[in-house]
């Protein structure tokens, strides 16, 4: 059920809470609370004297079932939104769901979108995640393990016993992305047998005598999420909210260019800037910023004049020392046609604007590039 709410739900969820809302009671912890299920009898007996003589009956046995009061909180366990990059994969958001329960329960999630803002963080909600799910974190280490945490419900929750729940999603690559709401929809099933999810739990009308002899189901969870609107008390489900958070839309990159004479045509050792010398231009692309990298970049650099261009003199590489520009750098052609490319890397030649293009797809945060090319002297 990957839907995204609307504000006619919402709505909705006001008036059932007028209904239905009550004011948050002190809770008892549920393991102490009587298992439901459990059967209690009781019976009384009578004393009596006849002519001196003393005698005692029992009465009947009155018996019945204790009920299943069904409670429990789903909570964000994580202060503001997740802080992601576009295109990240399996970003995460963190709730707790915590069994108040006098039983053993499974509970059923589903994570939702927001397409509205809510005003839990300081931007409106403007882009949606992809592929989202959610998760129980089957480790328990707090953290989302993709290919571990696997499990889509929570099976056998104890009396106040509590599970991590994971909302997961892959950020798209969205020009202007900057929040993204979601929330974790739980809803309370039949616990009881391990590694089986149970049935929704459907509440027992409440205007009907109990019977001695059914566990009767008695919703008695608040409206988790208070002012929010999302969920109303007494229905067996709950709701929180978090979200995503692209926070950085900028970074620390530098381009730092440099030329050096490889040879003058006279094989001096120290060749000089003579008409007929090849000149290399070097551009080094660094990004300082640690933790976000730059994704697009292009480099373009029209030769200067009484210059003349090297055919398939572009290369591409890690950033060298001791004046060379790059290592193992790759060989690029100078046309636009990049279908044999296969090193992440493309460029081409201009000869008509005289310009030369490099496409770097991305330079990671803290790393750098170096591309070169050459030019001789008229």
Partial sequence: MFVKRSIALLLAGVAAAALGGGAAQAQTPAAQLTTAGTRIDNTASVTYSVNGTSQSIQSTTASFVVDKKVNFTVVTAQTGPTVVNLGDQNVVTTFQVTNLT??????????????????????????????LRAYVDSNGNGRYDAGVDTQTYIDELAPDASATVFIVGNVPNQAGARYAYN????????GGQANAQGAVLIGTDLNLAGADNIVDIVFADDDSDGALLGDIARNGQGRAYSGWHVAVNNVALSVTKSARVLADGLGSANPKAIPGATV????????????TGATGVTLADVIPGHTTYVPGSISIGTPGALGVCNINGSVEDDDDNDSAETDGYTAAFDGIAKKVTVNLASVSGGGSVAASFKVTID
């Fill in 102 to 131: 006098n039983d053993v329960q499974d509970f059923l999630l589903d994570p939702d979108q927001q397409n509205i803002s809510l005003g839990l963080f300081p931007g409106s909600d403007n882009f949606d995640v992809t592929s």
């Fill in 183 to 190: 929330s974790l929809h739980v809803i309370a099933a039949a």
């Fill in 280 to 291: 290399e231009y070097c551009l080094l692309v660094r990004n300082a910023t640690l933790t």
